[in-house]
């Protein structure tokens, strides 16, 4: 079991979600996060879709956020981040933040 994996994501926020930037509905939010995922089933650029949707400041580095550790991220994006195989890409994890897609990176 590895102990640091590496990731990039997508985050949509909603109202009501921790560090509300987003004027949102949750419910437009999961239709809009639905709508990205297929997008990269259908062969899009994780870190395009980053950088254009978005709402964490990682979005503008195609949603990098580097190597981390357990205990370093919430328990639902951790989960399915240590889960993925490298080069894998999550289904929707909501967490406190919003709506993630996850990508692992190593």
């Known amino acids: ?4 994996v590496g990731a990039s994501h997508i ?5 009501g979600s921790m560090r509300l930037t987003a004027t949102r509905s949750k419910d437009d939010a ?11 089933d259908g062969g899009a650029d ?7 949707h978005s709402d964490c400041p990682s979005g503008a580095q195609g949603g990098s956020l580097g190597v981390f550790g357990r205990g370093m991220m919430v ?13 894998g ?3 929707v ?5 919003g709506y993630h897609l996850i990508q692992r990176t190593s």
């Open 93 to 97: 994890v909501e967490t406190p933040f």
């Open 75 to 87: 328990g639902e994006f951790e989960d399915a981040a240590f889960a993925l195989e490298v080069g």
């Open 46 to 52: 994780f870190a395009d879709l980053a950088s254009q």
């Open 89 to 91: 890409t999550s289904g």
């Open 1 to 4: 079991m590895t102990d640091q």
């Open 30 to 40: 999961l239709a809009e996060i639905t709508s990205l995922k297929e997008q990269l």
């Open 11 to 15: 985050l949509l926020m909603y109202q």
